[in-house]
């Protein structure tokens, strides 16, 4: 459909209005295309039927499924999930929802929401049908946020609903608890590891143990690349997460001297965060290194991409990094933290928050979340969270001075 089309109104009905008063016109009922037509046989009055089966079994009798179809009065959830798509396409043209967030409320919507709500009018959804609804994600082994982001897509549908008057109230929603899991950073130990892994490998070519099935990683990165081991520090040194590594070009980063020596990040705006960065001083003779390594390749110029430049498709420049990074971590063991956390490429971000916590003298968590364009809810949540008292063993043990 096209959204610039689409007429986000749907006409209130109300019961005491009847089909054959001659000041009504018969538009009214057609309130969205599809869902909702009177017979036109009615001569008693048109009586929108609001959420009687709210505390009723989930519909499952397809005779009165297709029975409501052919009488023109059902609520079905394709219009309703074409309609809410074309007003969260228009939030993203007025910066309210980013393009992104767009992706993921249509992949959810029309995929696994539609599929299970295909043939139940919208009107019986109650807590038996939404609890039903949570079984089929469970069986399709989805993890308890992912499943919990569905459910805020459905409330979304209910609740479009509600304000046009075509159910009476939200139905209840089942409780469930979400128990946070943050990806596991890195030890100081293992961090170290890590970097030497990367230069080892540079040495080794990866080799394929399954030829009946296609490699996807380029013969060029089956070698470790020499930048993966400037990457990983450049991470650490910089905050950045794997999105913004993705989109980083050289245009978005500039080289400050003086009193302080440091890198301003200004990267694409992601989760809602725009305002530049900087970097530790660290990150300045990496980039240098990194910069002058492309140049000599022909690469180095303001819109060429700060990390795999000559990869335009930077999907598979990011999803070659992860393969790579998995590489070193399967190589070490290291995949899998003490606690079965998985950790990935974006447990580097973590590393570098965990490691500023833990050596960043008197930090406060605010100027942290912020130059690391997150919040301090986010950080006691996901990375403070994983410090150990080992980690902070200095201000265990520190006196206090007399």
Known sequence: MQAQ?????????????????????????????????????????????????????HINSNQSINQNKLEGSFVGIQEVVSIILAQEKHKVSRNEVTEGTYRMTKVRLETNITEFFFD????????????????????????????????????????????????????????????????????VTEYAAILRQAKTLRNHVYLWDKPDTRFHIKPQYRSMPMEMNWLLRFMVYTFLRPGDIRQLKNKHLEIISGKFNYLRLT???????????????????????????HTALGYGGPEDYVFFPEEKNRLRALNTIGWLFNWIMNSL??????????????????????????FGGNIDLLTLARNARTSVEMIEKFYASTLSAEMNIQLLHSKRRS
């Open 5 to 57: 089309t689409v007429n986000y109104s749907i006409r209130n009905i109300n019961a005491n209005i009847t089909s054959n008063n001659p000041q009504n016109n018969s538009d009214v009922f057609n309130w969205m295309p599809g869902l909702y037509k009177p017979s036109q046989s009615i001569q008693t009055p048109a009586l929108f039927e609001l959420n009687k089966t709210i505390f009723k079994d």
């Open 120 to 187: 139940t009018d919208l009107r019986s959804i109650n807590m038996a049908s939404i609890q039903q609804f949570i079984n089929f994600l469970s069986d399709k082994e989805l993890s308890t946020p992912t499943i919990v982001g569905y459910i805020a897509q459905l409330r979304k549908v209910l609740r479009y609903l509600v304000e046009k008057d075509v159910i009476a109230q939200m139905p209840l929603f089942p409780k469930m608890k979400v128990t946070q899991k943050p990806r596991g950073a890195f030890t």
């Open 267 to 293: 990267p694409p705006e992601i989760k809602r965060h725009k305002a530049p960065t900087v970097s530790l001083p660290q990150a300045v003779n990496i980039y240098k290194t990194v910069l002058k390594h």
């Open 333 to 358: 063991g290291l995949k899998e933290g003490p606690h079965g956390a998985d950790r990935s490429f974006y447990s580097l971000r973590h590393t570098a928050i965990t490691f500023r916590l833990i």
